[in-house]
């Protein structure tokens, strides 16, 4: 009798074994093929710097996706995944399933979102919007532009126009000085290229004073037609050793000093005293008044020929250009009255 009931025990235990080994591999095999995402639905989420497998199991926990975070973890080893967990956002879809998120993130394949820094935008305004997105690392944050460009490590001193104004593809925890930089090297490009194709006997001594002539146009034309005219007048006065008298660079000039400008100029505002009041100082100004687009560049690099020195807005977002001070005055009468 002694034997049997130790049989039966063994046997007990023995059945108790197998049948819990085979609900465990059920319930594995459950969770390998069961969605962690709810249908019609995604979810962002973003992986911290240098955080591990326990990490992500967790949040995916805490979130409420996981009903096994070790079956998770162990997944992620056997597989090799926990090795090669790769930081920023990710957005699971809708029916993926624990590997399908381990993949993903152990090959990096993160959410790219986009920027946008518009053409005559200033330096401060570009700024201002990487400064507001909470998704971006800001390493620059609360800089004066001088320091920036030194931690930036770029030969200038003054940040304005140096940036190309386009949409750009970031993902969290991107730092602002990726950014930049990438917009730093597109401005460089487009510049070298504009200049090594730029026309004959332009008064531009270097790419930077073409870069702060192609400011003022961005600034000055509304419409596409006229950067070119807009870019000769600039060269003829350039040549002529007459103050370019462009109004943007006169608000550039307010807002530099603080000085909040509401249309339209007023006459004192001319006589502010700063290098970049152009009614006041002849050439250029000592930086570019805002990022140009890359027409605009093109523009200062191939202006159009013709005699016209003058030109003032119709009101309708054209200009009426003039050759001699006697037609100006006449087009103002007619446009500004």
Not at 160 to 173: C, K, S, V, W
Not at 210 to 216: D, T
Not at 277 to 299: F, K, Q, R, V
Request: aromatic residues 10%; contains cysteine.
């Amino acid at each position: 009798m002694k034997h049997s009931s130790a049989f039966l025990v063994s046997f007990a235990f023995f059945l108790l074994f197998i049948i819990s080994g085979t609900l465990l591999v059920v319930d594995w095999i459950r969770f390998l093929n069961t969605p962690l995402i709810p249908k019609n639905t995604h979810i962002d989420y973003i992986l911290p710097t240098g955080a591990s497998v326990r990490v992500l199991s967790n949040d995916l926990d805490h979130l409420g996706l996981l009903n096994h975070p070790k079956y998770f973890e162990v997944l992620a080893y056997l597989k090799g995944y926990a090795r090669h967990l790769h930081a920023g956002e990710y957005r699971f879809e809708s029916g993926e399933t624990a590997e399908d998120i381990l993949k993903q993130i152990s090959e990096g394949r993160v959410l790219w979102r986009k920027i946008t820094f518009i053409e005559g935008w200033t330096f401060s305004q570009m700024m201002s919007l990487i400064d507001s997105n909470p998704l971006i690392v800001h390493d620059l944050g609360g800089l004066p532009p001088t320091m920036m460009m030194l931690n930036l490590k770029l030969p200038y001193i003054q940040p304005e126009g140096l940036f190309f104004p386009d949409t750009y593809r970031y993902t969290a925890g991107m730092s602002d000085k990726s950014i930049l930089l990438q917009a730093y090297q597109i401005q460089q490009k487009h510049l070298s290229h504009e200049w090594e194709n730029r026309a004959k006997n332009l008064p531009y001594q270097t790419p930077y004073e073409a870069l702060i002539a192609a400011s003022i146009i961005e600034k000055e034309a509304h419409i596409e037609s006229e950067r070119a005219e807009i870019a000769g007048v600039i060269v003829r006065r350039l040549e002529k050793k007459m103050p370019l008298q462009m109004d943007p660079t006169v608000i550039y000039a307010m807002e530099e000093k603080g000085e909040d400008f509401k249309p339209p100029l007023r006459r004192e505002s001319l006589k502010i005293d700063s290098l970049y009041n152009t009614y006041l100082y002849t050439g250029l100004p000592p930086t570019p008044i805002c990022m140009p687009s890359l027409a605009s560049l093109h523009a200062a690099l191939h202006p159009s020929s013709g005699d016209a020195l003058y030109f003032v807005a119709r009101g309708n977002g054209t200009h009426q250009f003039s050759a001699t001070f006697q037609e100006h005055k006449a087009a103002i009468q007619k446009y500004e009255h």
